[in-house]
């Protein structure tokens, strides 16, 4: 998958597995800064229901670190913010077998 640069002031969202089958894009570019605590808030503004579906049961990356999206919303205004030209992906759980 190749994904173009984000447009100065924005980040990349990466989407996977449900996620892309949610959206249907492997990817949005939204603008930065954003706290990781209101992330999971502005994808439910675009495209209702992914909370429900998706968002809760899946891991967050920020630069390939994951991230605990609950532990950052208690954190309040310190929480960790998501910055230009940052990558961030929705990693839906994996079943192995």
């Known amino acids: 998958m190749s994904i173009p640069r984000a447009p100065q002031g924005h980040f990349t969202l990466l989407y996977f597995a449900a996620a892309t089958s949610f959206t249907r894009k492997q990817y949005d570019f939204f603008p930065a800064p954003v706290k990781v605590a209101q992330l999971y808030d502005m994808l439910e503004t675009k495209y209702s229901g992914i909370k429900a579906k998706v968002l809760d049961s899946s891991a967050l990356t920020v630069n390939l670190d994951y991230v605990d999206v609950g532990e950052e919303a ?24």
């Open 74 to 97: 208690g954190k309040g205004e310190a929480g960790m913010l998501i910055h230009d030209g940052d990558e961030v992906a929705i990693i839906p759980p994996v079943s192995s077998g």
